[in-house]
């Protein structure tokens, strides 16, 4: 039987002299006393219970018949065995924030369905799983429960996770007394027998890590950078829960804010001020939250500049008379293709253009071939260079000296005067070296 359906028992005695009186008992007391005498002498209690409710679950009906005091009465008896519905549904685990990635045990309580309901988990509109619902130790039949391990997605947030009970033992009977087990076709999610399901459903909190990504400045182009220009990053960082720390390295060193030396960071920009070639290089930032902390993809950072000499180059030359040297510029630059190379001499005589045939250039290096004929020949020559983005500021300088005077080891610092022929102007570099003989 099924809680809410009408029960109808019918008892029957015969025999007895004189005839018997029939009466249905319950716990002790009568609960229907209308029995009736049939034309062949029999007697017949039909007793008839509308709607059985909970409380009638293992409830025992006991049909007595008695005639007097001198006999014994007899009687048949039964018992109510119902199936119940849910009462209720509590989705347990998921009313929390859950991290995605971690997997979760998720707890589907159900009170009063008898037997034990089976459990439908929804995710959205997809099935994750059918089960049959345990009973609780300690708890009875009134007590089931069911459980389901979950590894929530970032995607997941938002979405309806649900647990639905339903237990498939109870049917209806329609208008015309046939039993009905399971909803018309099409009516099945609609809630045909809503009071046979039971549901309890969350919207998903999922915690997740920052997703994080490293832009360039929207007006910026990454092509066209070069040395003095102001370039800014964002470090697009969503996350729930919030952000609590963002972070920006250069060349895997942390930057920190410094605006004495061009370094601005605010929110989640960070400002390059004035950018030099050393500001060229690796750039990433990183965002933290209390799920841990995620890395941006590395910006690879080009910074183009104009042309400017190597360290470490042979400055000084020692050539005898009529000995052609190879003078030897090595150039940094970038870009560091196309250079226009250019060469000069520079003697107490004055400044003069070496010309192109006396030297060849190939990428960043430009070989001068210089032969000294006279004492006017040897002073000093200089190397420069321009590419797309400037001239070089300061010349290459190198010393051409007698060879005499290289080997006798005596050498002090000059100044060497520096012709600016297209600026009509000069200058002095006190950093080059000369060697002569006492």
């Known amino acids: 039987m099924t809680v809410g359906q009408a029960l109808s028992l019918s008892c029957e005695t015969s025999g007895g002299k004189p005839l018997p009186r029939l009466v249905w008992w319950r716990d002790g007391r009568v609960i229907d006393d209308s029995f009736v005498t049939t034309f062949d002498n029999t007697v017949r209690n039909d007793l008839w219970l509308p709607s059985l409710d909970r409380s009638d679950l293992d409830a025992t009906l006991t049909c007595e018949a008695s005639n007097s ?14 199936h ?18 971690k997997e979760v045990v998720l707890t589907c309580l159900v ?56 237990n498939v033992n109870i049917s209806r009977v329609n208008e015309a007394g046939v039993v009905i087990l399971e909803p018309p076709a099409g009516q099945h999610n609609a809630g045909y027998f809503p009071e046979h399901y039971k549901e309890d459903a969350k919207h998903l909190v999922v915690y997740a890590r920052p997703d994080v990504q490293l832009a360039l400045g929207s007006n910026l182009m990454a092509a066209n950078i070069k040395e003095g220009d102001d370039v800014y990053f964002d470090c697009r960082a969503s996350a729930l829960p919030p952000v609590t ?50 890395e941006s993809d590395v910006f690879h950072l080009n910074v183009k500049y104009a042309p400017f000499c190597r360290s470490g180059q042979h400055r000084v030359y020692g050539v005898a008379r009529h000995e052609e040297a190879r003078i030897s510029c090595d150039l940094d630059a970038n ?79 000059t100044e060497v005067r520096v012709i600016d022929t297209e600026r009509r102007r000069s200058s002095f570099s006190p950093f080059a070296t000369f060697c002569k003989r006492r």
């Open 84 to 101: 119940m519905p849910p009462l209720s549904v509590h989705l347990l685990g998921a009313d929390q924030p859950l991290s995605a990635g």
């Open 111 to 166: 009170l009063g369905s008898r037997p034990p309901p089976v459990l439908t988990w929804q995710l959205d509109d997809r099935i994750l799983s059918e089960t049959l619902a345990q009973a609780s130790p300690n708890s009875g039949w009134n007590e089931t429960k069911g459980i389901i391990r979950f590894t929530p997605m970032v995607e997941d947030r938002g979405k309806r996770l649900s647990c639905r009970a339903k």
């Open 69 to 82: 005091n001198l006999t014994m009465p007899v009687s048949t008896s039964v018992t109510i065995d119902l």
């Open 335 to 413: 870009p560091s293709t196309s250079l226009h190379f250019r060469w000069l001499f520079n003697s107490s005589a004055g400044v003069i253009e070496l010309p192109a045939s006396t030297w060849t250039a190939e990428g960043s290096r430009s070989v001068a071939r210089y032969l000294p004929s006279s004492d006017l020949d040897f002073g000093s020559l200089l190397c420069s260079a321009s590419n797309s983005i400037g001239q070089q500021a300061v010349p290459c300088l190198y010393h051409v000296i007698p060879a005499e005077a290289l080997r006798s080891n005596v050498c002090h610092p």
């Open 245 to 294: 720390r963002l972070e920006w390295f250069h060349n895997e060193k942390k930057l920190s804010h410094n605006i004495s030396v061009g370094i601005i960071i605010t929110n989640q920009s960070l400002v390059l001020q004035r950018v030099s070639r050393h500001s060229a290089g690796r750039y990433r930032c990183s965002a933290t939250n209390r799920e841990g902390e995620t």
